[in-house]
Structure formats: C-alpha cells, structure tokens
C-alpha cells in the first residue's frame, strides 16, 4: 500500500502571508517604472500624457463597468492600472487622447469585464484594445508616422519596419548595445531594453510573473530568428535584433504572463512561451505585418486553454512548479 | 492594506492620473514645426518617408529650399501648397506622382546619391 501523504494541511487558525492581487498589481507597476520614466524622459510631457491619461481612463472604464453590472468595485485591486498602463507603454507618444479612451474602453470592457472580470478574460485585455487600435487606425499605431515630429539624436526610423521593407543591410545602423539602451522610437515604454528586463527579473525573483513564460518566449524568439538568420543572413536578421527591437522585451516580460490568458502547468507554459516566441519572428519575417508580439501572443492565449491540457496535475499531486 | 484602503488608494490615483493625463494633453500639445523634421508622403503604391531636416541641414544634405519648392523666392520663405496655383480649373496641373518621383529621383540621378529604385523609398 501507497503511504505518501497526499493531503499534508494543519489547523485553523491561518495566518495570511500578506499576499494579494493588489500587491501583485503594484509591484507590476513599479517593475514597469524604469521603462515608463525612459519614455518619458525621451518624450516629454506628451508619453507622461499617454501613460497616466491611460492609467485613469482605464480606472474609469473598470468603475462604470462594475456600477452599470452592480458587481463589487474592483479598482481597488490595481488590475486596471496595470491594463492601463500597459495600453500607455506600447502606445506611441504622439497618440491622441480619443485613441488612449477608446483604447482603454476595449481593453477593460472587451477584453476583461464582459469576460467575468479579473480572472475570466481568455485573452491579454491590453493586447486586445492594440491589436483592435491597429486594426483601425494604421496610422496611429504606425510609429514612423506617429512620431514624425520628434528629433531625439538616434535613427528616428521603426528599426522593424526598416528591416521589413528595407531589408538587412538597412538596419546596419542600429547597434545591439543603443537598442538595449532605447535608442529606438516605438512605444513609450517598450523600447528601454535594459529597464523591461531589470523590471522582469525583479517580477521573477518577487514571483509576481512565471519564469517559464518569459524566458521560453524569449528563447522561442532567439532560436527562430538564429535559424532564419542561419539559413540566409542576408534577407533575415540576427536574433539579437529580434530580442531588442519591437514589443518582445515587454511582449516576455509583461504581456505574455498575464495571468488568465497564461497557462499554469510546467510543461504548457514552455510551450506556450516558445510558441509565442516563434510566432512573433515568423509573423516578423514572412507575415505581412511589421510586428508579430501582439498577434502572436493573442493566438497562444487563444490555445491557453488547451495547452493546460497537457499533462495536468493530478488531485492532490504535489508537483515543483505548478 | 485593507480593502477599503485600497479603494481610496485606486480613487486618489484615478483622480490625479486624470488631472496630470488632461494638463499634459492640453497644456503641452505637440504642434507641427515650422519646418518639419521628417514628412511622410502617403501613396498606393507604399508610403515614403522622407528626411526633409536631414535634405536641409548643412550637416546633411545641404539643399535650398528653392531646389524643391519652385514658388520661394527667398529663403525662408514658407512654401504654398500645390493647389494654390494648380487649381482644377486652370491649366493642367502635373500629378503629384510625377512631380515627386522627378523631384527625388531626378535630383538623387544627377547627384549621383540616393535612392532610386522603387523599393528603396517606398514601403512595399
């Protein structure tokens, strides 16, 4: 007869360790502050605009939606604000007002609350309102044209769409060392390669965000971008350039490990990282579109649901990383 | 933390992440320089974006603003849009197409610098 113990629990009374979605919340919050003060020292009073116009519409949109659904208020839980401000930092700085409402009323009501709320919505809240803005308007999302009045003493070209449609040799001017140090245009907080990952350690070593996730992205960005770059280095670009340019930093970082939208079990969540990864270089390098992060990950959250599937934990089951 | 806290906290960041948000957009909104930086020329057959302060600046290019805008007449002077003189009814007016695509190319061939070929200018 088995003797492990499968159940090992001990009496009331509990003692909460303090832990809460708040918590959580803020500390996402603060892990996002380097990258967010690095758009805004780049860009001025119009990113500080975007970021915090973003942060409270989407309070906003979080507070009508649980007065109108007479449900409990939530905004208390911070979860808004991070949608918020997750709209705000893949955002160009030039982005009208209008766009950040709307923006942020297709984040929170589409994305999350018709969905239940917090917990309930299948996909990543913040990338369905971009994926819906660039839908719309190209222009607005397209960071050439945004940010056609900005000077700021780098090469004030989309280092992916010039690499798209200009090829290889076009992006010769963009050292790995300047991306990573956000000498790039793009969204107010995504391009501070540095400060998204000293911002994602910190969430992996506070356990706010899963390491599988983040890392197996990046490594399913790497690996794809070697392979295609090894197969014709002359049309497709290194994988150093795919890790520091465009949404993936803050794509690994902060978009691919939501928590709904995310799977739980070990061995999905490597998959899912990796998929994503390897969906991003392939919508990069022959899909139409210049980005492939926010497309990519939409299409894994999608598969969420069945890739938990695999191999799931038993009941009672203790297993190391679920 | 209590959650009554918390909810006053949201209520305060609300509140003032609004008030930064508008005084950002109305206080500081980005107007167009006089001289634009760079001018994206929208097409069919893929946008162009061209580097006009580079084409200006003496570290750069170096051209007058005559050698394109044919109606200054002195230097810094503000250009007049193209319909101003080619209006529909007058004489036939050249098609943007053609202007542009001479302006570019033509000087780029003389020059013996710059782009060309289609796919060089144009996002296709």
Not at chain 1, 16 to 30: R, V
Not at chain 1, 53 to 77: H, Q, T
Not at chain 1, 82 to 99: D, Q
Not at chain 1, 257 to 279: H, K, Q, R, W
Request: aromatic content about 10%.
């Amino acid at each position: 007869m088995d003797n492990r113990k499968l159940f090992v629990s001990s009496h009331a009374p509990y003692w909460h360790n303090g832990s809460s979605i708040a918590s959580k919340s803020y500390n996402i919050m603060l892990a996002a502050i380097p990258a967010v003060l690095m758009g805004i020292y780049q860009y001025g009073a119009p990113a500080l605009g975007v970021i915090t116009f973003s942060i409270s519409c989407a309070m906003i949109w979080e507070l009508v939606m649980n007065l109108i659904m007479k449900r409990p208020i939530s905004i208390g839980d911070g979860n808004a604000a991070v949608i918020g401000l997750m709209i705000g930092m893949l955002l160009p700085a030039a982005t009208p007002w209008w766009v950040v409402l709307i923006g942020t009323f297709l984040a929170i009501v589409v994305g999350k609350q018709i969905f239940g709320g917090i917990g309930c919505n299948p996909l990543n809240p913040a990338l369905v309102a971009i994926a819906m803005l660039f839908l719309s308007w190209k222009g607005i999302m397209d960071f050439n044209e945004a940010l056609l009045n900005y000077e700021l003493g780098f090469p004030m070209v989309y280092p992916l769409s010039t690499l798209k449609y200009f090829g290889v040799e076009a992006i010769s001017e963009f050292s790995a060392g300047a991306l990573l140090m956000g000498a790039q245009i793009g969204g107010i907080g995504s391009t501070f390669g540095l400060g998204l990952i000293i911002g994602g350690i910190y969430l992996i070593l506070r356990g706010f965000i899963r390491w599988e996730i983040a890392l197996s992205f990046l490594a399913g960005v790497f690996i794809t971008a070697l392979i295609f770059n090894a197969a014709n280095p002359d049309v497709y670009a290194g994988p150093f350039f795919h890790l520091l340019t465009g949404y993936t930093l803050i794509g690994a970082f902060f978009l691919s490990t939501e928590d709904s939208s995310s799977p739980v079990n070990f061995i999905p969540m490597l998959i899912y990282g990796a998929l994503a990864g390897f969906l991003t270089v392939l919508i990069r390098n022959i899909g139409a579109m210049v980005d492939g992060v926010v497309f990519a990950i939409l299409m894994l959250n999608l598969a969420n649901p069945l890739l938990d599937k695999i191999r799931p934990k038993a009941l009672g089951k203790e297993m190391e990383n679920a | 933390m209590d959650k009554k806290a918390l909810q006053t906290l949201a209520y305060c960041m609300a509140a003032v992440f609004l008030l930064v948000g508008v005084v950002c957009y109305a206080a500081f909104a980005q107007k167009a320089p006089e001289s634009p930086i760079r001018i994206m020329f929208k097409n069919t057959g893929g946008n162009v974006l061209f580097d006009h302060k580079t084409h200006l600046s003496e570290d750069g290019y170096g051209i007058s603003c005559s050698d394109c805008h044919h109606d200054i007449e002195e230097e810094g002077d503000t250009p007049a849009a193209c319909s101003e003189c080619h209006t529909p009814d007058g004489e036939e007016a050249p098609k943007r197409v053609d202007v542009l695509h001479e302006q570019c190319k033509g000087c780029h061939d003389e020059g013996g610098s710059g782009p060309v070929e289609c796919g060089q200018c144009h996002t296709m």
